[in-house]
């Protein structure tokens, strides 16, 4: 069995998060370059001429990209044949914190989410999701998600009766809806299937794939273009000033469900799509 100490995931994880709030990876930065050259309307156009200087200034002064720099979410798949020495939820926390007071970005986490919201002052707790998986292998991916987006999201227990072309519907009015709120352009996750809750995990999950990968089912990745279509027609636009480039991206992740339940989940991330994978 392979032996990792806890305390090792403390450097990696701590480096991914200040990367992935300094760095645009080159995929995210060709989709933005390639929007900012179709885009058809003056204002969006501006906006994205805005959106990638600001991100080669970030990169080059190692400065946040955005003053929202995220709460931490982590996905962890652990192999079954590894053994992880130490507290790992610490380990990320102290992660967490040392990135953010280090890297001097903004500590967004409040302890009480309803009565008296103050602030942890560390950005921590981090969101982890744990996965167990065959093998040896110790998989983390770390996201940096920002509230404009995330607060534009939802799950809908659609019934089976709504079909593709109700799912369609419900997607795109959505993201309608939500308008210049997530900052647009935006990358959509969808989670189709399994239960409420499984729903809106498929669909963070789907955000952490990168750009333009297409879901291996063809049905799916069909579905995945098609929406990006559609909700590139709405109009709303870079930051909702009106054009054809509201979303980069559609993915779709889906799991078996009930034969009464349709579930949707819709989850929004912004243009600063970040998110970093990392192999131990
Ligand atoms: S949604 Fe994204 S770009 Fe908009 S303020 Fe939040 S983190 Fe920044």
Redesign the pocket.
């Known amino acids: 069995m392979r032996k990792i100490k806890a305390s090792e995931l403390i450097g990696p994880v701590k480096q991914a998060l200040q990367e992935i709030n300094f760095d645009t990876p080159a995929e995210t930065m060709e989709s933005l370059r390639r929007a900012w050259k179709t885009e058809v309307s003056e204002a969006g156009r501006g906006v994205l001429e805005d959106i990638v200087k600001n991100r080669e200034i970030a990169a080059k002064k190692r400065l946040a990209m ?5 709460m931490a979410v982590i996905f962890v798949e652990l192999g079954q044949e590894v053994h992880i020495e130490g507290p790992i939820e610490e380990a990320l926390n102290e992660a967490v914190r040392q990135a953010y007071e280090e890297g001097y970005l903004r500590k967004s986490v409040v302890a009480d989410p309803l009565f008296d919201r103050k602030n942890t002052r560390d950005n921590t707790p981090a969101i982890v999701h744990f996965r167990l998986v065959p093998g040896e292998q110790l998989k983390l991916i770390v996201a940096a998600k ?5 607060n534009m999201s939802t799950v809908k227990m659609l019934t089976p009766a709504a079909g593709v072309a109700g799912l369609k519907r419900a997607v795109v009015e959505f993201v309608e809806q939500a308008g210049p709120n ?2 647009p352009p935006i990358v959509v996750g969808l989670g189709i299937g399994g239960d409420l809750e499984l729903a809106a995990l498929l669909a963070k999950r789907a955000l952490m794939r990168k750009m333009g990968q297409r879901n291996p089912d063809p049905r799916y990745a069909k579905l995945e273009e098609e929406l990006l279509e559609a909700i590139n027609r709405t109009g709303v636009g870079p930051q909702g000033l009106g054009g054809i480039n509201t979303a980069m991206d559609v993915r779709i992740e889906y799991f078996p469900t009930h034969i009464a339940e349709l579930p949707l989940a819709i989850n929004i ?4 799509h970040r998110h970093k994978e990392i192999v131990i």
């Open positions: 955005c003053q929202d720099t995220g920002g509230a404009g987006s995330e997530p900052c991330d912004c243009h600063l």
